[in-house]
């Protein structure tokens, strides 16, 4: 007998394979989605990778997960608030907040999401008391001190806005919002005078705070400086120009220094940021009558009257143009609808009445001017003045001699925004967050509103006719966000897949499995358990083209993940470039190797070397438009604005209409 560790041919072919397939069977069973072996800081993970690329519904499943296992820790319960918070479930993500408090009362970020909570709930005095004790934890957080103040000026508590201004004044004397905030609260007490001059200390420290120039030109609107209010509010739009009530506010001035072209072009930027503006609407319907633009002044009356149909001045002023436009039936149906409310509204009668006489209804027509005889009328009806200037009304001011003034709000308020690190993108990334993402493997074809294209790569399609998948692979590009069906369905999938590659008899069988399930993970935002499936893959086959690619995409989305949390990611960085390096070796006509290559380079802010495989991408497939866009991008942010905006207006050209606003926003 041969001695053990001596050479036999079969016991040591035996023991040489099962060396090789021994990491390959490891792999296979650690994977398995039994949520039983799923240790909680995993899901924790995996969750947190789902928030990080705003796939929240998923999100709350892996932390409900993590809740079922572990109800006693406070981080999912917290997560899990989070991820409530940005599907707007203010009064889900209170609770967990609560839950999570009563677990571990001392982490301040807590009590600053459920602040924020409550504030949307418009519960100011128990945001109030979350933002006191995020205070306690943290006093030198500017923006705890900053939200507390504009909840008390929710709660009309001016006396302890102030005393909180005072104090923060004192510790951040240059923090100019903390000025304006004060200015603010001076002019809610009506005292004008302190609130210009607070105004005026806060712009001289932050001559580009748009709050600040709102604010100051609520001042001059008030004392009807209608210049002052224009100049102002143009500031302020420069610097926020998505404040719909700073253009509102502006067309108001314009109209009052009769630049009725300027005031039409506020009201149509105001109604295009907020489709259901009444104010933008209405006085944009006036204007348009003042200018004889009759059907066009229909059209907004009629928008207005479809969410608000109780509205009785749009009502009698829609009456009145369908009267002057031939649309007779119509003018008396919104006559009467006025009527029934006001039934002494005798101009609408008598309006009605020519109505009824034109159409040959002349009984109708005679008991409507019977009622209006008999109440003894003694004034000419039936004339529609012209628009006067500088004549306003109140929306609560239901006036019907007002029916033509251009109205207001009831009052003049400022849009603010709470200061908060869950605002914006959850990931909140610092570097460059318009960049494209990357092309990957996934189950869902390619759909980025770039009708004409279709992603294709012959890898793909070569490996979908000889592994006949059950689910076809696709090349794809920014995923869509799952829906609860949708992320239940790639669970299924997963234990499916575990089942079938436990089943494998061999190794030829089990790879594509291993790749399907690759992909399902990553679907699912879990990229450690998709790069241990691509690593199994790449042990057996080092030269795996598609394994290779999709690791280096699943690494790289799972950098960002650790680089948000403070995770250094360097080495993993150089495997990412690794993987694509080789994988572009592999397959030198495939343009999304480049791009996602690109991508790398780009993130990294290495541009140079960014644009130039692009520019590869390109040369290679002339269609691909997010390579235009992400090209365009990094030459603007490397300085070569011109060759940028001609690359924004290829990606758009091409289909991706979004590169239009970003060439608007770099011109």
Request: glycine share 4%; charged share 25%.
């Amino acid at each position: 007998m041969a001695k053990f560790g001596s050479y036999n041919g079969k016991g040591w072919l035996r023991r040489k394979m099962m060396k090789c397939l021994l990491p390959f069977f490891f792999f296979v069973f650690v994977a398995l989605p039994s949520q039983a072996q799923f240790k909680t800081d995993r899901l924790i993970m995996i969750g947190r990778s789902a928030l990080y690329y705003e796939d929240y519904v998923l999100a709350i499943q892996y932390f409900n997960q993590a809740i079922s296992a572990k109800p006693y820790l406070y981080e999912p319960w917290y997560l899990r608030g989070v991820a409530k918070f940005y599907l707007d479930d203010f009064v889900g993500a209170e609770a967990d907040c609560s839950e999570a408090a009563r677990l571990n009362p001392y982490v301040t970020g807590i009590y600053e999401l459920r602040g924020l909570c409550r504030i949307r709930l418009q519960k100011y005095s128990d945001a109030i008391a979350d933002y006191d004790q995020s205070i306690k934890n943290d006093p030198t957080n500017k923006g705890f001190w900053y939200n507390r103040v504009l909840c008390r000026i929710e709660n009309k508590d001016y006396a302890d806005a102030h005393h909180d201004l005072d104090s923060m004044i004192t510790r951040w004397e240059k923090y100019a919002p903390a000025y304006s905030l004060q200015a603010e609260v001076y002019l809610q007490e009506n005292d004008t005078v302190q609130g210009a001059k607070w105004l005026d200390k806060s712009l001289e420290i932050d001559p580009y705070n748009g709050d600040a120039w709102s604010v100051r030109a609520a001042i001059s609107l008030s004392r009807k400086k209608w210049k002052d209010a224009d100049q102002q509010l143009s500031k302020a739009i420069h610097l926020k120009p998505k404040v719909v009530n700073n253009y509102i506010n502006r067309a108001l001035a314009r109209y009052n220094i009769n630049n009725l072209r300027g005031a039409m072009a506020d009201y149509d930027k105001a109604i295009d940021l907020d489709p259901n503006n009444f104010i933008g609407h209405y006085n944009r319907a006036q204007l348009r009558v003042q200018v004889g633009d009759d059907n066009r002044a229909i059209l907004d009356f009629d928008y207005i009257l479809k969410y608000e149909p109780e509205d009785v001045m749009s009502r009698y002023n829609r009456a009145l143009l369908r009267d002057r436009t031939g649309d007779l039936r119509g003018a008396i149906d919104d006559y009467t609808r006025v009527i029934e409310v006001y039934p002494n509204f005798w101009a609408g009668l008598y309006q009605r009445a020519r109505c009824y006489r034109r159409l040959g209804m002349t009984a109708k027509a005679e008991m409507d001017e019977f009622r209006i005889l008999k109440a003894q009328m003694d004034k000419h009806l039936g004339i529609q003045p012209r628009l006067k200037k500088h004549q306003l009304r109140k929306k609560s001011d239901i006036d019907l001699d007002k029916y033509n003034q251009l109205v207001v709000a009831d009052e003049q308020t400022v849009d603010h925004e709470y200061d908060s690190a869950y605002r914006g993108r959850v990931q909140n990334r610092k570097v460059n967050p318009e960049f494209l993402p990357m092309y990957q493997l996934a189950y869902v074809q390619y759909n980025n509103g770039v009708k004409s294209y279709q992603a294709y790569s012959a890898e793909v399609e070569h490996f979908n006719a000889m592994a006949s998948p059950s689910q076809q692979l696709f090349v794809s590009c920014n995923l869509p966000t799952l829906t609860a069906d949708q992320s239940t369905a790639y669970f299924k999938l997963i234990e499916t897949l575990s089942a079938q590659i436990q089943d494998s008899k061999t190794t030829a069988s089990a790879l594509p499995l291993l790749m399907q399930r690759a992909v399902a993970y990553a679907s699912l935002q879990n990229f450690d358990d998709a790069i241990r499936d691509l690593d199994t893959y790449l042990q057996i086959d080092s030269t795996a083209l598609l394994a290779m690619w999709q690791r280096g995409v699943c690494q790289s989305m799972k950098n960002e993940v650790d680089a948000s949390l403070g995770i250094e990611a360097q080495l993993k960085s150089a495997r990412v470039l690794d993987d694509f390096n080789r994988a572009a070796k592999l397959s030198p006509n495939n343009p999304y190797i480049y791009y996602d290559r690109a991508n790398h380079f780009a993130h990294r802010r290495e541009y140079a070397k960014a644009i130039d495989d692009y520019g590869k991408a390109l040369a290679i497939d002339g269609n691909l438009a997010e390579a235009y866009f992400n090209r365009g991008l990094a030459r603007i942010l490397s300085n070569h604005k011109a060759e940028g905006i001609k690359d924004l207006s290829k990606a758009g050209e091409l289909g991706l209409y979004d590169a239009y606003s970003m060439i608007k926003k770099y011109k």
